[in-house]
């Protein structure tokens, strides 16, 4: 494989999952870590993704104030946002997840609906201060500079304390029979907590990641009560995902 061809692959995988591992890509490409680890120097150094320990992130991921330029599938993603705006009530009190889709939702949300957000996400946060009938909650612990969101015992101990109508997460992958996993033991195990903490859960993701899975499990696909992706509820790659006990919008 040529060497445009790799980092092609590694943009795009970055893109679509927002962080991705060197081990894992050098596994995809069959190459050594050292080659990608090159591939991956060179990207950061041309600004089309951010080189960190072991990997590597998507700038619209670090990035909020970059949104249009980076962000991968935007037109996705706030369709996907404004089909979650339709479950917001006023008096609601929700749970925003970390990551792209979800930071669309949070700057979508109406100025004048009150409700209460708790989000463990700097850049979710960020949005919600702009929008003065937001009471916005951040849920602290261990800042990670990767995902820009709270991990760690007390974030997770936070999360065992509140009782939320609706949590809005994301995920790196999801399958209908594996259900959501993760490449990140710590953010699975935040968001292990946000499913405990929430009455319903709601699952923001592009199809793209449809029927892919990674190492830790989040959850069964049955503990998420919706999934809104940017499909029509018919499309045919939703199908195996109807055989379970949740909602599609």
Not at 36 to 50: H, Q, S, T, Y
Not at 89 to 95: E, L, M, Q, R
Not at 168 to 188: A, H, N, P, Q, R
Request: charged share 25%.
């Amino acid at each position: 494989m040529l060497k445009e061809e790799r980092q092609q692959t590694i943009l795009n995988e970055v893109e679509l999952h927002n962080r991705i591992l060197l081990t894992d890509i050098a596994e995809t490409l069959d190459v050594s870590i050292d080659t990608v680890r090159r591939d991956v120097k060179e990207l950061d150094a041309e600004n089309k993704l951010r080189k960190v320990h072991g990997g590597a992130v998507s700038l619209g991921f670090t990035n909020s104030s970059t949104r249009n330029q980076n962000v991968y599938k935007l037109e996705q993603k706030t369709k996907i946002a404004q089909k979650a705006l339709s479950l917001l009530k006023p008096g609601a009190v929700i749970f925003i997840d970390g990551g792209t889709t979800c930071s669309e939702l949070a700057r979508l949300i109406p100025p004048n609906l009150e409700i209460t957000c708790f989000t463990h996400s700097l850049p979710v946060a960020s949005e919600l201060l702009n929008k003065s009938n937001v009471n916005v909650i951040i849920v602290g612990g261990q800042v990670s500079s990767e995902s820009q969101t709270t991990i760690g015992a007390n974030a997770i101990h936070n999360l065992s304390e509140i009782r939320v109508d609706f949590s809005f997460i994301g995920t790196g992958y999801v399958d209908s029979f594996y259900g959501l996993t993760e490449f990140d033991w710590d953010i699975v195990q935040v968001k292990k907590a946000v499913i405990k903490s929430s009455k319903k859960t709601v699952l923001l993701s592009i199809s793209e990641k449809l029927n892919s899975q990674h190492r830790y499990k989040t959850c069964d696909i049955n503990a998420i009560n919706t999934m809104i992706t940017e499909l029509e509820p018919e499309d045919s790659l939703l199908n195996s995902f109807k055989n379970h006990d949740i909602h599609i919008l």
